[in-house]
Nanobody
């Protein structure tokens, strides 16, 4: 069992920055990869970024590449999403998620491949 807790969301201006955190607890040794997804009202949940817990590989959606940076601190069992140059299109509930089994890298963008989910944190960038 793994528990995930997001924090750091809020309201930020266009062009501003926010840093999201995701603290993992429980059986953290079972985590192979973790990622961030977001969901805007009336929209499907979409992949944002992911990071391997067994190597240094990172993965980004094209919409956030060069603006967002995913990282982790294994000693603290915490994952981060540094969001810069925020746009109104980034407005959504952001969820962290973890894969607790071996996986193929090509599957990290798929919501159904993730085993655990946090409660979500709201990010709002007004127009």
């Amino acid at each position: 069992q793994v528990q995930l807790a997001e924090s750091g969301g809020g309201l930020e201006r266009t062009g501003g920055s926010l840093r999201l955190s995701c603290a993992a607890s429980g059986r953290t040794s079972s985590i192979y990869a973790s990622g961030w997804f977001r969901q805007a009202p009336g929209k499907e949940r979409e992949f944002v970024a992911a990071i391997s817990w067994t190597n240094t590989n990172t993965y980004y959606a094209d919409s956030v590449k060069d603006r967002f940076t995913i990282s982790r601190d294994n000693a603290k069992n915490t994952m981060y999403l540094q969001m810069n140059s925020l746009k109104p299109g980034d407005t959504a509930v952001y969820y962290c998620a973890a894969i607790a089994r071996p996986y193929n890298a090509m599957t990290v963008t798929m919501t159904k491949k993730y085993d655990y989910w946090g409660q979500g944190t709201q990010v709002t960038v007004p127009s």
